[in-house]
């Protein structure tokens, strides 16, 4: 990422807030449905993967050298296991929104299921009334209900998405409107854990990137794809190195 090798360049788009929210802001989901992928404790970042970051990127090699110990999903541990539509509707909600906002709303979301995210086919059966009055807009709203029908249909499901490849689940997502490539692209770290996911639309991380290398601009959205293409294979593991600078900086 330095600046004289390449050209100029300016977690979710809300800001650093919305790559934490998890830890902080999901609830329970209904014990009864399957979870995309089993939870385990999260360990040190693959050494192979960290080495590869380090020669490919003088940036990433500052970050990886400060943090020998590095667990790049720690945070997920303070989750509860969330199926693919529960992590959806935790996506779904905390688009362009605060920790805080999206706490509120899923909390209000919760308490018209017997303190859990609902099933697709409860919340289908709620209706969007319920929605609208746990806080989510018309549009939100809209987004939920068409990805339960699908659920509920069998056009998605945790095993269909586990199976696909990740420009397959970008595809069959984004075909719901109001998902974009940035939901689509949390979805695959934080339910599948993909390692090679780039979050290229987060205001975030584009600021951590321009701090980072000293640029006089925020990077653009093809900017950001460009200057992450050294970190093939592994820029989910990129990205979980620039998000940890971001919060150590207190920004």
Known sequence: MNKADRKPVGIVGAGPEQAVAPAAAVPTNSGSRGHVAGRQKAGVADSKAREFLRNADPVLARLIVA??????????????ELDAFGT??????????????????????????DGRLPSPAELL????????????????GATLIALAERFVDGRLSDDALGDMTDDEIEAALTEVSGIGPWTAHGFL???????DVLLFGDLALRRTVQRLCGLDHL?????????????RPYRSLAV????????????
């Open 67 to 80: 943090h020998p110990d590095f667990h790049p999903r720690a945070w997920i541990e303070d989750l509860p």
């Open 88 to 113: 959806l509707v935790f996506q779904v909600a905390g688009q362009q929104l605060s920790v805080r906002a999206t706490r509120a709303i899923l909390s209000r979301l919760q308490q018209s299921f």
């Open 125 to 140: 059966a709620a209706g969007p009334q319920v929605l609208r009055a746990s806080g989510l807009s018309r549009r939100k």
């Open 189 to 195: 770290i934080l339910a599948l854990d993909r390692p």
């Open 219 to 231: 990077p653009t959205e093809g900017e950001m794809v460009e200057v992450a293409e050294p970190w």
């Open 240 to 251: 979980s190195y620039l998000f940890a600078s971001e919060f150590e900086e207190g920004r």
